[in-house]
């Protein structure tokens, strides 16, 4: 089964969120599931400390660094979020697992397809 877990957490830092992310998805991969995670985090991520993943990660940042980051996020989500779109629609996943997140444009669209 192909699942796409959506977050908005930058699952690669350290942190409560991003441990139950990373041993989720190691369970379903262990489970012979094909798992991407998106993260909408809106960050680099190369400006923090690297956690382990041993699932695809692919991540967005349309890069707003003059922004706070509260709004930057949301900027983030807004812009990235067609570009999320369009890498499901090549995933064609079979579940699309949105972790708890605040509402923006492009999910209404996401969940319709």
Same mark, same amino acid.
């Given at each position: 089964?192909?699942?796409?877990?959506?977050?908005?957490?930058?699952?690669?830092?350290?942190?409560?969120?991003?441990?139950?992310?990373?041993?989720?998805?190691?369970?379903?991969?262990?489970?012979? /599931?094909?798992?991407?995670?998106?993260?909408?985090?809106?960050?680099?991520?190369?400006? /923090?400390?690297?956690?382990?993943?041993?699932?695809?990660?692919?991540?967005?940042?349309?890069?707003?660094?003059?922004?706070?980051?509260?709004?930057?996020?949301?900027?983030?989500?807004?812009?990235?979020?067609?570009?999320?779109?369009?890498?499901?629609? /090549?995933?064609?996943?079979?579940?699309?697992?949105?972790?708890?997140?605040?509402?923006?444009?492009?999910?209404?669209?996401?969940?319709?397809?």
């Amino acid at each position: 089964m192909k699942i796409a877990y959506i977050t908005e957490a930058n699952i690669t830092y350290e942190s409560g969120i991003t441990l139950k992310t990373r041993d989720q998805v190691t369970e379903w991969v262990k489970m012979g /599931h094909d798992v991407i995670v998106y993260s909408l985090a809106g960050r680099n991520y190369s400006q /923090h400390k690297t956690a382990t993943t041993e699932f695809a990660l692919k991540s967005y940042d349309c890069n707003f660094p003059w922004l706070g980051s509260k709004a930057r996020n949301f900027l983030n989500k807004f812009v990235c979020g067609y570009q999320l779109m369009g890498d499901l629609r /090549h995933f064609e996943p079979d579940i699309v697992y949105y972790r708890q997140g605040m509402w923006f444009p492009v999910l209404d669209s996401i969940f319709r397809s």
